[in-house]
T-cell receptor, first 115, second 112 residues
Framework: GENVEQHPSTLSVQEGDSAVIKCTYS??????FPWYKQELGKRPQLIID?????GEKKDQRIAVTLNKTAKHFSLHITETQPEDSAVYFC??????????????FGTGTRLLVSP | EAQVTQNPRYLITVTGKKLTVTCSQN?????MSWYRQDPGLGLRQIYY???????DKGDVPEGYKVSRKEKRNFPLILESPSPNQTSLYFC???????????FGQGTRLTVV
C-alpha cells in the first residue's frame, strides 16, 4: 500500500524566512496531493493541493511542487509569519481494491515561526 | 454552514465500557472516514465508507466498529475500549475520492 514519509518532523524559522517541508510517496498511481494545516487544538484544514498533471501550484505565500518521477512533493512557505506556526500534514491519495480513493497522511511537521 | 460535527469533544471512560462517537455532515458527501491522531504517527485511517451501507477497514481497524445507515451519519463504536485506544479522533467527509476532506472538530478520548 501507499506509504508517505514527511520531513522534517520539526522546523524552527525566524519571521520572514522561508520554510520548506518535503514528502515522498511510494504508489506511482497516486494522483492527488493535499496539504493540511492544524493549529493547536484545532482540526486539520486544507491549505493547498496539487494534482499529478501539474508540477507546481501557488497561492499567495504558499506553493507546492510535485516531482512525479522522483515521487516527492514539497510545501514552500515564504515570508513566514507567527500565525504560520502549526503542524502541517502532507497526504497522497491512492486507489484501493474497492475503488475507494484513500488519503494516506505523512507524520506531520511542527513549524514554529519566531518573531 | 457546511460542516462536519463530532460529539462528544472530550470523553474519559473506563476500560471495557462501550462508547459511541457520533459524526454528522451536512454537505451530502459520499465518502466518510475516521482517523486517529497520535504523536509522531500522524493521522491513521480506522474505517471508511464510500456510501450508505458500504464500509471497509482502514489501516488500524482493530477494536473499532462503524455503521453507515444514513448518508450524513457515520458513528464510531468502541465495544470494549482499552487504554491503547486513548487518542484524538477525527471524522472527515469528502465529495468523492481525490477531493478535499473536511474534518470534524475532533474527539479527545481517554480510556483508564
Amino acid at each position: 500500500g501507499e506509504n508517505v514519509e514527511q520531513h522534517p518532523s520539526t522546523l524552527s524559522v525566524q519571521e520572514g524566512d522561508s520554510a520548506v517541508i518535503k514528502c515522498t510517496y511510494s504508489d506511482s498511481a497516486s494522483n492527488y496531493f493535499p496539504w493540511y494545516k492544524q493549529e493547536l487544538g484545532k482540526r486539520p484544514q486544507l491549505i493547498i493541493d496539487i494534482r499529478s498533471n501539474v508540477g507546481e501550484k501557488k497561492d499567495q505565500r504558499i506553493a507546492v511542487t510535485l516531482n512525479k518521477t522522483a515521487k516527492h512533493f514539497s510545501l514552500h512557505i515564504t515570508e513566514t509569519q507567527p500565525e504560520d506556526s502549526a503542524v502541517y500534514f502532507c497526504a497522497a491519495s491512492t486507489f484501493m481494491n474497492t475503488g475507494f480513493q484513500k488519503l494516506v497522511f505523512g507524520t506531520g511537521t511542527r513549524l514554529l515561526v519566531s518573531p | 454552514e457546511a460542516q462536519v460535527t463530532q460529539n462528544p469533544r472530550y470523553l474519559i471512560t473506563v476500560t471495557g465500557k462501550k462508547l459511541t462517537v457520533t459524526c454528522s455532515q451536512n454537505m451530502n458527501h459520499e465518502y466518510m472516514s475516521w482517523y486517529r491522531q497520535d504523536p509522531g504517527l500522524g493521522l491513521r485511517q480506522i474505517y471508511y465508507s464510500m456510501n450508505v451501507e458500504v464500509t471497509d477497514k482502514g489501516d488500524v481497524p482493530e477494536g473499532y466498529k462503524v455503521s453507515r445507515k444514513e448518508k450524513r451519519n457515520f458513528p464510531l463504536i468502541l465495544e470494549s475500549p482499552s487504554p491503547n485506544q486513548t487518542s484524538l479522533y477525527f471524522c472527515a467527509s469528502s465529495q468523492r475520492g481525490g477531493t478535499e476532506a473536511f474534518f470534524g472538530q475532533g474527539t479527545r478520548l481517554t480510556v483508564v
